[in-house]
């Protein structure tokens, strides 16, 4: 192959830009710095560790209410001082320009006020999901970012991974034709009694801790919004479950006519989503663990070409949307999508009646 | 191995009758002769040729409204002229001693009229699901045939299938533990418009067709009857499903927490039933078809040691209940214990509440 012809073939695969020297090409960050606000098991066991897998991000800085944790993180990952935060001096992260991203792992109940506290500070925003306790909650948070034109993603993992973006093409490109219906349960035995997670204020309970993973599920199989629900809540502890939900079923009526059977639980291990289409079916069991994402369709395919770590990628996702500035594949309105189904889903429980959702 | 050890080995295997002359046996009927009620469908492609099949059952009688068919049955199985019947002269079928059992296969409201004219002629009844529109219905059918002595089973054979008794097992010996939450659907896409199945006061729509299906898995599931159920109905085809129902998703409560997810359609093809227990989980697709019954267990067992033909057990299964003088597998009470449940569904959807079923 002719020199010319091998540079031209460069250009065609879009590899050219690598060719350059380096000197040619605009100054641009490759990595964003990232402080992780609450050190619980999702940062500590999760997040943390993914951190280091990505190419675009890099931890940075904390946020914690535990100087012992605070140490500990410092001497880990090699964190400066002047990059660790308490939740009072947190506001003081708008002068670091160590850091970039923001990332909420707080109970749901603090969702909104870090997010504007960051929004303030000038940072881009990672939130955890549920996105807030209310539907009002998350306008606000949009508002905020918006106002301070900072980015603000919601942390729905599964959106960002290979087999689930799969079948959410499946949906737009209706390779199965029109979704009739969606059956989703995920839950775990949680043997706990006095976490946040029994506490519904602080945004416990199934519903808010997995049920919006089955319903963001039934919502991006179908790509539609539902305009109805109804939902029951149940409990074999009410000893505990007392306030939040231990178990709620609800039924998603979508404008086309597709139907989802959904079930969340604290009180049983289960993970699973079939979908059922006009001219086939598909399902993936686990679909929403943190690894293991694993399914079929019924012609015969096997999907079970997902990542190494859902979170890196996530992150990974996430941070070039921010340093390309293109769309966030999972934006705040995504997160208030969910909130004002969950407001209706409780509504529906408490009322015991079917609930439009306006 | 001697004589004698070998004789004995025969007796240890139980098959020690089989070495002896016949005449030492007492008489018994070897078959019991069957008269199909009602030609359609159901039993001209899958009853009859069942009957082929079996080993305790032969194909002696029809009776139908349609001379035509009675010619082609008579000529196609060998049927004597004196084992044919119309609905009018049915009830003559009391002295006809070819005839020990009649299996009703008639429109759900015809079930209980058919039932209890072959009860008082003196015959065993095999009557196909749903067994009546209402409760009641099922405890007069119940009644009559007491009185008259004669044995009611019900046509649900997947409780006679391999892999559905299996599971029925992991219930019963709580073999995976405590049963939390059973997912099933089942469902076709009927693309009739005036057919009796789309007439409710005939026992069409799709929770008395395939509803009591997945109603009747899950109580066959859990081992349980369900004391309350919240139920919505939906449809994409009003002009058709003005009437019964289209597809219906409904919700079970069980006495010992379990729950149940169900959705049943005449708009969409789906057939699975999904377990999640204390300790793991099984999953069947399809669960009900006709044949295929196919599954997993989360420990890894592949479930697919079906049968040939699922009616030639059921039917080979229910005659020797009736050869022997055992119980049914699927008595009449059973066909009533769903259509309480039915009841209460259409009740619940009706008047958009959650019911309690007594």
Request: aromatic fraction near 8%; include cysteine.
């Given at each position: 192959m002719s020199q010319r012809r091998s540079f031209v073939k460069q250009i065609a695969l879009g590899s050219a830009a690598l060719?350059?020297?380096?000197?040619?090409?605009?100054?641009?960050?490759?990595?964003?710095?990232?402080?992780?606000?609450?050190?619980?098991?999702?940062?500590?066991?999760?997040?943390?560790?993914?951190?280091?897998?990505?190419?675009?991000?890099?931890?940075?800085?904390?946020?914690?209410?535990?100087?012992?944790?605070?140490?500990?993180?410092?001497?880990?990952?090699?964190?400066?001082?002047?990059?660790?935060?308490?939740?009072?001096?947190?506001?003081?992260?708008?002068?670091?320009?160590?850091?970039?991203?923001?990332?909420?792992?707080?109970?749901?109940?603090?969702?909104?006020?870090?997010?504007?506290?960051?929004?303030?500070?000038?940072?881009?925003?990672?939130c955890e999901k549920p996105m807030a306790l209310t539907a009002a909650e998350c306008k606000d948070m949009i508002g905020v970012c918006r106002d301070n034109?900072?980015?603000?993603?919601?942390?729905?993992?599964?959106?960002?991974?290979?087999?689930?973006?799969?079948?959410?093409?499946?949906?737009?490109?209706?390779?199965?034709?029109?979704?009739?219906?969606?059956?989703?349960?995920?839950?775990?035995?949680?043997?706990?009694?006095?976490?946040?997670?029994?506490?519904?204020?602080?945004?416990?309970?199934?519903?808010f801790d997995m049920g919006v993973y089955a319903l963001n599920a039934a919502r991006y199989v179908t790509g539609e919004e539902p305009f109805a629900v109804t939902a029951q809540e149940h409990t074999t502890r009410p000893e505990i479950y007392s306030e939040a939900d231990e178990t709620t079923l609800f039924q998603l009526e979508f404008p086309s006519g597709a139907l989802a059977n959904c079930a969340t639980s604290l009180g049983m291990n289960m993970n699973y989503l079939h979908v059922t289409a006009e001219k086939g079916s598909y399902q993936l069991e686990p679909f929403q663990s943190y690894s293991g994402i694993r399914g079929s369709t019924s012609r015969g395919k096997v999907l079970d070409q997902s990542v190494p770590n859902q979170q890196a990628r996530q992150m990974d996702d996430d941070a070039l949307a921010i340093l390309n500035d293109?769309?966030?594949?999972?934006?705040?309105?995504?997160?208030?999508?969910?909130?004002?189904?969950?407001?209706?889903?409780?509504?529906?429980?408490f009322e015991g009646r079917r609930v439009r959702i306006d």
């Open positions: 060719a350059l020297p380096n000197i040619l090409l605009p100054r641009k960050k490759e990595r964003l710095g990232v402080a992780l606000v609450g050190l619980g098991y999702y940062s500590t066991d999760l997040l943390a560790p993914a951190l280091q897998l990505t190419q675009h991000c890099t931890l940075r800085g904390i946020v914690t209410g535990s100087p012992e944790k605070a140490a500990r993180w410092q001497k880990q990952y090699g964190i400066p001082e002047k990059n660790i935060y308490d939740y009072q001096n947190f506001d003081r992260i708008a002068d670091n320009p160590d850091i970039d991203v923001v990332y909420i792992v707080l109970p749901p109940m603090l969702h909104r006020e870090f997010t504007n506290r960051a929004a303030r500070a000038g940072k881009h925003i990672w034109r900072v980015r603000l993603a919601i942390g729905y993992r599964m959106q960002h991974e290979p087999i689930t973006r799969e079948i959410i093409g499946y949906g737009r490109e209706k390779t199965f034709g029109q979704i009739k219906l969606i059956s989703v349960a995920d839950g775990y035995f949680d043997g706990r009694a006095d976490h946040w997670k029994q506490k519904r204020r602080m945004g416990g309970g199934a519903m293109t769309p966030l594949l999972v934006p705040g309105e995504e997160g208030w999508r969910d909130i004002r189904v969950v407001e209706a889903i409780h509504r529906s429980a």
